[in-house]
């Protein structure tokens, strides 16, 4: 019985590790993506002014659930590139426990058309 119990546990720590690793991947993943639809934003916006380009780019995020202000994402136009530079929190969850782990995700990326 003892070693049922033991084995239970062991498996139950593993359920969970694997879903937790599985939410971290989640995470990485919108990163990636969040960082694409920046860029593709930039590319179709980069021949308007910085407020064009701050609305667009706010739009994008709010269709990930991403919810920032305007001060919260940095706009830099060059003769030529755009930088945008911001960061946001998303955090995994432990079932049963309700513990959560947060994570600050950093996007810096910049735009010169061809």
Known sequence: ????????VILLIIALLGYMGWQYIAIEIK?????GDVDQTLYGEIRNDEYVVLER?????KEKGIYLEYGDIMIEKTKGSVHVEFSYTDSITI???????YFEEKINTTVTPN
């Open 1 to 8: 019985m003892l070693n049922f119990i033991k084995i239970a």
């Open 95 to 101: 079932p049963f426990i309700k513990k959560s782990f």
């Open 57 to 61: 780019t706010l739009e994008k995020l």
């Open 31 to 35: 990163a990636m993506q969040v960082k």
